[in-house]
């Protein structure tokens, strides 16, 4: 008998995709054996980098992570997160926390996309769960990285403390740094 999957979606813009963010699908992909990676658009925001550059981005950090005993899954959505959920019958979100502020956000996005969710499928089985940031990570943050892009040297000289080296590279690639 085939063990019952279980599929976990993590959405983010990942406008790029950060040490912190890889650390976050580490530990996600042992929660399930079937982990979603969602680039969302989210249609109110400005993004530093394209829809498919953000994909390029995401899909060279998940294979340095080398991660095994989990289906890996990487695509954009322009979708509400409660359909998302829906149609590929996830079990569960996975949202990540450094602060209290992003609890706080998280929690406001729960709410909304529970309710969406309840209202579009009459279902009730909307679930969320949160990581809490490893330490090392709580700091990091996609703005500090886009901040560092506007001047080279810095780039060049601390990107590495936010990003894998080989996201790095593509972003210089990308800006043409």
Known sequence: MKKQDVIALLPASFDPITLGHMDLIKRASKTCNKLIILVMNNFGKKYTFSTQQRLELVEIAVKKLKIENCDIEVRASN???????????????????????????????????????????????????????????????????????????????????????????KIVEFCNL
């Open 79 to 169: 979708s509400f997160l409660a359909k998302e959920f829906y149609d590929t019958q996830a079990n569960f979100i996975v949202r990540g926390i450094r602060n209290s502020q992003d609890f706080d956000y998280e929690h406001s996005a729960e709410v909304i996309n529970s309710k969406i969710y309840k209202k579009d499928y009459q279902e009730d089985n909307f679930e969320t769960l949160y990581l809490i940031a490893s330490e090392e990570y709580t700091y990091i943050s996609s703005t500090s990285v886009r901040q560092l892009l506007t001047d080279r040297d810095n780039f060049l000289n601390y990107a590495t403390l936010w990003l894998d080296a080989s996201v790095a590279q």
